[in-house]
């Protein structure tokens, strides 16, 4: 399935503050993050990434610092986390994310045939 750029643009702010509230991340965590939550139907690229990223750190909804990773000779990483106007940026948004679905999933339940859900492994 193929989502549409828009789709996917609007779902880029909330998708990237969820996963890091439940901790911080780097780039390519996310990233995997993402495709993870999404059965392997969303497969963001860094272009689509970092942008995004760079974008909340300027509106203070995340913060981030280099360092690298404990017990390892990786090189080092900008590691993501999330503020507290990032939580209550992400709160809202999870606001409106619930008035959309919820009145999608209302009319598309007075739809007949009803569309199969989808099988995630």
Same mark, same amino acid.
């Given at each position: 399935m193929r989502i549409p750029k828009d789709l996917v643009a609007a779902s880029a702010t909330p998708l990237v503050l969820g996963i890091l509230s439940e901790g911080e991340s780097y780039g390519y965590a996310i990233l995997k993050r993402v495709n993870e939550l999404s059965g392997g139907?969303?497969?963001w690229?860094?272009?689509m990434l970092y942008p995004l990223l760079h974008r909340l750190e300027r509106l $203070?909804?995340?913060e981030a610092a280099w360092r690298v990773p404990a017990g390892s000779r990786a090189r080092r990483r900008k590691y993501y986390r999330i503020t507290e106007p990032g939580r209550q940026a992400l709160a809202e948004q999870r606001r409106q994310w619930a008035v959309?679905? $919820?009145a999608l999933q209302d009319l598309w339940h007075e739809m007949s045939?009803?569309?199969p859900a989808l099988h995630r492994s």
């Open positions: 139907e969303l497969e690229t860094d272009g $203070g909804y995340a959309i679905t $919820g045939p009803p569309v």
